[in-house]
């Protein structure tokens, strides 16, 4: 019997666990799971125990039981700040993790040094297009190398698991994710640190205008930035991507919504979507993703709210040029290095 499961939890303790963390009540460990569970089930049988709730109780455990049994053929357990998984050819491995996250295709994981996202079986098809458009980042030299990868994911380890497949990319410490650090400032950042992440987010989306590619899924729930360099690196959304003018595959929820109208209708790779997601990112970030309220609220200086609710152009690196010549002066005047005095700790 493991150390870690009380056999004595009251009726109220068993009941309260979710069949969806069996994790919560069990080892992983599958002959100590069978042991755990025969354990309870002779206190609990209602043919033994004289609890009013025994019944109910047992019934549960059954649950729990077989969900348990469930997440281990998928190969995957995950109990606070550890994540177990099984691949398919039996080898096992664990990633420690700060912050778990659930998204639109599976669970995002972020620890230390990596960024781990579980992508469900049922879109495997997403994922190796994710795998295909990473692996063939184009640069023209290796100046250009060098820059693109502090910004996109560097893969450094892909497996398959029973509940589908699992992509593990590289990440400094001091990458944040960016839905993370809103929450923590209660939904609204200073404009003056919008102003830097936007930067960060147009010479990014140069680059993936250079590469002919659309990303499709820009947004506070794939890119992380670094408070510290003032910078930022888009690990996550990249199942969406695809060349400038080829059919979408798919697209997230914020992405329906915000992308050109024409391009949905078309559902065809636009630049204008990965500028749009951008200006609204800008716009979350101070408080009112629709742009309505800015204004009123004074959440930014009037010519950084103005180039927010216009609708962007079609080219980034004219997108690029005008925020940093045009708006960001009638915005802030000279230029300065403003500190968001923000880490890891701060978050998690």
């Not at 919008?194 to 590619?213: E, Q």
Request: aromatic share 8%.
């Amino acid at each position: 019997m493991n150390a870690t499961t009380d056999l004595f939890l009251p009726a109220a303790a068993l009941l309260a666990i979710s069949p969806a963390a069996p994790e919560q009540l069990f080892s992983s460990d599958l002959d100590a799971i069978h042991q755990e569970f025969r354990a309870l089930a002779s206190i609990w049988h209602p043919d033994r125990c004289m609890h009013p709730e025994a019944t109910t109780v047992f019934q549960h455990l059954g649950r729990l039981y077989d969900a348990a049994l469930e997440k281990r053929r998928n190969g995957i357990w995950q109990t606070p700040g550890l994540l177990q998984l099984r691949a398919l050819d039996g080898t096992e491995f664990r990633i420690r993790y700060h912050q778990a996250r659930p998204f639109e295709l599976g669970q995002l994981f972020i620890g230390d040094g990596i960024v781990a996202t579980l992508v469900d079986r049922a879109y495997s098809d997403l994922f190796q297009n994710a795998l295909a458009t990473i692996d063939r980042l184009p640069c023209a030299d290796v100046h250009m190398a060098a820059e693109v990868r502090r910004s996109v994911p560097e893969i450094i380890r892909c497996v398959e698991i029973g509940a589908g497949a699992v992509l593990v990319a590289r990440k400094t410490p001091d990458l944040l994710l960016l839905r993370d650090v809103l929450d923590h400032y209660d939904g609204r950042l200073d404009a003056r640190h919008v102003a830097w992440i936007l930067s960060s987010l147009l010479n990014l989306a140069c680059y993936l205008d250079y590469a002919g590619l659309v990303h499709n899924a820009i947004s506070t729930e794939t890119y992380f930035i670094s408070p510290q360099a003032h910078g930022g690196a888009l690990l996550g959304g990249w199942w969406y991507a695809v060349r400038q003018g080829a059919p979408l595959r798919a697209a997230p929820a914020c992405t329906v919504q915000y992308a050109p109208f024409e391009v949905m209708t078309h559902r065809r790779g636009d630049h204008r979507t990965d500028l749009e997601l951008i200006r609204a990112l800008g716009r979350e970030l101070l408080g009112d993703i629709t742009g309505l309220r800015l204004a009123r609220a004074k959440a930014a200086p009037p010519p950084m709210i103005d180039w927010l609710r216009l609708p962007a152009g079609a080219c980034a690196l004219d997108d690029y040029q005008t925020w940093q010549r045009q708006v960001l002066p009638a915005s802030f005047g000279e230029r300065r290095f403003v500190e968001l005095n923000l880490t890891r700790q701060d978050l998690y």
